[in-house]
């Protein structure tokens, strides 16, 4: 919770246990001290993820996400973006936490943005509607972007992509499970227990990938 859409995936969560019918309890990670056995799961957001590891720097946090991620391998981690990357290429003390190449802002600059219409193929539990409660949203003016929620929920459906100088998989390098494409490309894998998103689902109201999170923990 240093940097990044970070409220928006706290919201998320929120909605996503609503929408499943279960309590969670969002810890709003900021130092090395608070990531401890009691979590059951972890999002890593994105935003820039430079700026992330140096923002980390004084508390150890990330350090201690990291030693949390190698310590218990079958707890759920998200990565979106950015978190993707800190997923891809940790420290050099450990081995990526997904098998994959990633190359940062490889769509282009922060205008070569833009939003796409994207396969997924992931095992999602069903939900019921809500709305989400935006507290935190509404107090940082974050609005859920207007983009089309999900209609039904089969195995392999749409999902409304939003890519914000957005890195990519290095196609060639994946070596665990492709769970979202974008066309032939894949924008999403699996690994294990870790799924990172080259885009932003938090972004939209879509909580699909947080209840996949949140089901698996
Ligand atoms: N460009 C950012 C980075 O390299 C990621 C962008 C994002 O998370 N939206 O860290």
Known sequence: MLQGARYEHAEALRAASQQLGIEVEVIHLKMGKQVDSHLDCLVL?????????K???????????????DEYPLRPVLGTCAGAILLAQPDSAYEPFIRTGIARNAWGRQR??????LEVNLEVPDGKDVEASADERNQFNHQPLPVQAAGSESSTEHFHGVFIRAPRFDQSTIECNQVVHLGKEAVGVLDGSRLALTFHPELTGDYRFHRWLL???
């Open 112 to 117: 070569d943005s833009f939003e796409a219409m």
């Open 215 to 217: 089901h698996r923990a």
């Open 45 to 53: 957001p994105g935003g820039e993820s430079t700026a992330m590891r």
């Open 55 to 69: 923002a980390s720097e004084s508390e150890s946090l990330l350090g201690a996400i990291y030693a949390w991620m």
